[in-house]
Structure formats: structure tokens, C-alpha cells
Nanobody
């Protein structure tokens, strides 16, 4: 039900915009997670259904911006000032039980999109 896109290879300091679309959802909070090789899946950002509240991991604050367009059943992650440590597979998720920062609290997951940042 969730489909992420927009990943790719970019040089450090560059930008990428990820998109995630879905078919039908109720009024869920949605989010982004990422997983680097050998590491656990980690929280990146989340946004409430109405878009009035956003939450970010400390590691991406000030560099990433999450938004959504419910009319298009879509959410976005604008990533600027990318660094090699941002390299990971990025996943979109929906319906959290409350603890946005824990992957286990999210019900729906899309297939990921690879982001690679070269130094």
C-alpha cells in the first residue's frame, strides 16, 4: 500500500527529494525510517495526518523537511546538505501506535528506496 521513490546517488552536500504514495488510508500519522547495512532501522521523521506537527531525529534536524499532500495521497522528504552517514535504504511507514521513534510501533511499511551519499 506504500511506495517510496526518489532515491539515488548524490555527492556530499547535495540534495534529494523522496516521495511516498499510498492507495487508501485513514487519518494516519506517517513517517520515514532508514536502515544502513548492519544497523537497525532508525527513525527519521514523522508527520501527523493534518500536517500540523512534524517530528525529526536529531541527526537530520535542520537538513531534512517532511511534508505531505493528502489530496495526492503522498508524503515527501526533502533532504539537503547530505552527508555520507545519510546513506541507507529509506522506508515510509504509516499508522503509529504512539511512539514515533520506534519502528515496532508502526503498522504499515513500504518497500525502501536506496540513498547513497558519496564523499
Amino acid at each position: 500500500q506504500l511506495q517510496a521513490s526518489g532515491g539515488g546517488l548524490v555527492q556530499a552536500g547535495g540534495s534529494l527529494r523522496l516521495s511516498c504514495t499510498w492507495t487508501t488510508f485513514s487519518m494516519y500519522t506517517t513517517g520515514w525510517f532508514r536502515q544502513a547495512p548492519g544497523k537497525e532501522r532508525e527513525f527519521v521523521a514523522a508527520i501527523t495526518w493534518g500536517g500540523d506537527s512534524t517530528y525529526y531525529a536529531d541527526s537530520v534536524k535542520g537538513r531534512f523537511t517532511m511534508s505531505r499532500d493528502n489530496a495526492k495521497n503522498a508524503q515527501y522528504l526533502e533532504m539537503n546538505s547530505l552527508i555520507p552517514e545519510d546513506t541507507a535504504v529509506y522506508y515510509c511507514a504509516a499508522r503509529s501506535s504512539g511512539n514515533y521513534y520506534s519502528a515496532r510501533s508502526w503498522t504499515y511499511w513500504g518497500l525502501g528506496t536506496q540513498v547513497t551519499v558519496s564523499s
